[in-house]
């Protein structure tokens, strides 16, 4: 999450609110506690996608995303308020996360490629000939 230093004051005065805040809940869903939390103390989610349209925070890893057919409307499109960019216009070059990468390895990997990777990069280019 990326939360404000006002929104996360305002969320510390009611982490313990068992019926809207509960810390103590155990859930996989924590995304959607954390949600409902917010939406009680009238805190609303903002759009964070670049001017192009495209996610910086994503429920799938990039893969997943590139090679999805956003023509199947399941969950997550239709969770989505936005709406959601096919193939390559999927991720902002600027993307800040990718809710599956837990380990690690992967969030470097994943780095390296978002931050240190470019087609003109001449490293890149005379190796890939």
Request: charged fraction near 20%; proline fraction near 3%.
């Amino acid at each position: 999450y990326a939360l404000s230093h006002a929104t996360l004051r305002k969320f510390l005065t009611v982490v313990d609110d068992v019926e809207h805040c509960s810390s103590t809940e155990k859930t996989s869903a924590e995304d959607v506690m954390m949600a409902k939390c917010l939406h009680h103390l009238g805190i609303r989610v903002t759009d964070s996608r670049d001017r192009q349209a495209r996610e910086r925070f994503h429920m799938f890893m990039p893969g997943r995303l590139h090679n999805w057919n956003i023509t199947q409307k399941n969950w997550y499109y239709r969770f989505n308020p936005w709406g959601l960019k096919n193939k390559a216009d999927c991720c902002a070059p600027d993307t800040v996360s990718f809710h599956y990468a837990k380990q690690p390895a992967m969030v470097r990997h994943l780095h390296a490629l978002l931050y240190h990777c470019s087609s003109s990069d001449s490293t890149y280019a005379e190796t890939a000939h």
